[in-house]
């Protein structure tokens, strides 16, 4: 019997991480459905039209997930991800993931509202743009990466415009999702308030 986990929020809410350790707690699978993005973006900065990108891509593709972290691939993801193309190509790749037996975790930005709206629980993460702004910021000095707090705040809100504006697929939660705004809470009490939810549905 398959159990679905729906994940979905802006960049840098923390859903990643919550994603992972409630798949953990559960003993689900894990799938971070924005590094099919991210991998269709890195082949378009490589000069691949995007759609076919998009059609070809593998599993075996997400093999390097650190390889797909950088924000020029972050870009590139969020405006492959506006195309209608792009996002129908990958549907089927998580759907089928998320029916697989044992049950999975997906993240992304429509998981609970496109790719499984009949998920048997549902999350929305979020937290403000400030705060994430300073996570990923954070993240890219600790990567040894150069990075600007202020810019990096006008990559959040520009991906955040662009996420919830898209035509296709806005980022939004669903009507039934447990919403958890992590701007105050450590990792571990937004874990904790993730697995609870999930419990609760189970």
């Known amino acids: 019997m398959s159990f679905t986990v729906a994940i979905d929020g802006p960049a840098a809410s923390g859903k990643g ?16 459905t924005g590094l099919l993005y991210r991998a269709v973006g890195a082949r378009m900065l490589a000069g691949e039209v995007p759609e076919q990108a998009a059609q070809r891509l593998r599993p075996e593709d997400l093999g390097d997930p650190d390889a797909l972290r950088g924000p020029e691939v972050a870009q590139a993801a969020s405006r492959v991800a506006a195309i209608p193309e792009v996002r129908a190509a990958l549907v089927d790749f998580q759907r089928a993931f998320a029916r697989r037996a044992g049950g999975a975790v997906l993240d992304g930005r429509d998981i609970g509202t496109v790719i499984c709206p009949e998920a048997e629980a549902k999350l929305f993460v979020t937290a403000s743009a400030e705060v994430r702004a300073r996570r990923r910021h954070r993240e890219l000095l600790e990567r040894g990466l150069e990075a600007s707090y202020e810019v990096v705040l006008a ?3 520009e991906r955040d415009a662009r996420d919830a504006g898209r035509s296709t697929a806005p980022m939004v939660a669903a009507p039934d999702a447990v919403l958890i705004d992590t701007s105050a809470l450590s990792i571990e009490e937004a874990v904790a308030a993730a697995v609870a939810a999930v419990e609760a549905r189970r």
């Open 155 to 157: 990559d959040v809100r």
């Open 17 to 32: 991480t919550i994603s992972r350790a409630v798949a953990d707690h559960f003993g689900l699978g894990h799938l971070d």
